[in-house]
């Protein structure tokens, strides 16, 4: 009996480690930032830029003066986080300070605490907002219901797993695409039933899931008809217009 017992438990273990295996393959095995996103985060006249040793990529106002108010954006599943840098660096140029984290397997629901460790090295912004696109919208709002002095949550083309933020009554932003595949016009609608009355939901005309981010076409999306930088441009609006109400 001793010798079977054994030899089910190597097979287990054995078959564990094949699947381990086989997940870290498949979430490694990410769409790419092109070289769009990649020359975003140089800094420029407007911008300043800076990864820091962590991974973590920054961008604020060139201008010297360090914003009060910060965002935390997680990136979507299965993406390379510095794809989201033309649509991020547009916010920073509006007056915000901006970070976003490389995610372990690139699966942000990895490390939804993500947020705690970059504002606890950014004591000096009083104000903090997180987000993300698709799944990594989902880790922001995890992180968002268990930590209400946050001002609010930033979703692209995504939605909470639960309806924690409609209980705890946190200010929500739902910005997508008419054209997006993956989160349609139908699911972002049923959302509305997670989130909190007043939540506000900005649609991008002919825009769609992947042009969030700037990583090519992503499968079982639809074909944007609007170019990825007029997406990123009303995107950036339109998270920074919602930073400002919720401040005012």
Same mark, same amino acid.
């Given at each position: 009996? #001793?010798?079977? $017992? #054994?030899?089910?438990? @190597? /097979?287990?273990?054995?078959?564990? $480690?094949?699947?381990?295996? +086989? $997940?870290?393959?498949?979430?490694? *095995?990410?769409?790419?930032?092109?070289?769009?996103?990649? !020359? +975003?985060?140089?800094? %420029? =006249?407007?911008?300043?830029?800076?990864?820091?040793? !962590?991974?973590?990529? /920054? $961008?604020?106002? +060139? %201008?010297?003066?360090r914003p009060e108010t910060g965002f935390v954006f997680y990136p979507g599943g299965k993406v390379d986080y510095r794809a989201y840098a033309p649509a991020l660096k547009l916010i920073a140029a509006q007056g915000y300070f901006v970070v976003v984290s490389p995610a372990p397997l690139n699966l942000a629901f990895f490390d939804v605490n993500a947020a705690a460790r970059i504002r606890a090295a950014y004591p000096e912004i009083t104000n903090w907002f997180v987000g993300g696109h698709s799944l990594g919208g989902v880790a922001a709002s995890?992180? @968002?219901? !268990?930590?209400?002095?946050?001002?609010?949550?930033?979703?692209?083309?995504?939605?909470? @797993? %639960? *309806?924690?933020?409609?209980? !705890?009554?946190?200010?929500?932003?739902?910005?997508? =695409?008419? #054209? %997006?595949?993956? @989160?349609?016009?139908?699911t972002i609608d049923e959302s509305r039933l997670l989130l909190p009355a007043g939540a506000e939901f900005v649609a991008i005309e002919g825009g769609n899931h992947a042009q969030f981010g700037s990583y090519g076409l992503q499968d079982g999306d639809n074909e944007a008809t609007i170019s990825p930088e007029e997406q990123w441009s009303q995107t950036a609006d339109a998270t920074a217009e919602f930073f400002a109400d919720v401040l005012r």
């Open positions: 009996m #001793k010798r079977i $017992f #054994k030899i089910a438990a @190597a /097979v287990l273990t054995l078959a564990l $480690f094949i699947v381990g295996f +086989a $997940f870290v393959v498949w979430a490694n *095995d990410s769409s790419v930032a092109t070289d769009v996103a990649l !020359n +975003a985060m140089a800094s %420029d =006249g407007q911008v300043t830029t800076y990864s820091a040793e !962590n991974g973590w990529m /920054v $961008f604020y106002p +060139a %201008d010297g003066v995890s992180y @968002a219901a !268990n930590h209400p002095e946050v001002k609010g949550v930033v979703l692209w083309a995504s939605y909470p @797993a %639960d *309806d924690s933020l409609k209980k !705890n009554g946190t200010n929500v932003i739902s910005i997508y =695409g008419t #054209k %997006d595949g993956l @989160a349609g016009v139908d």
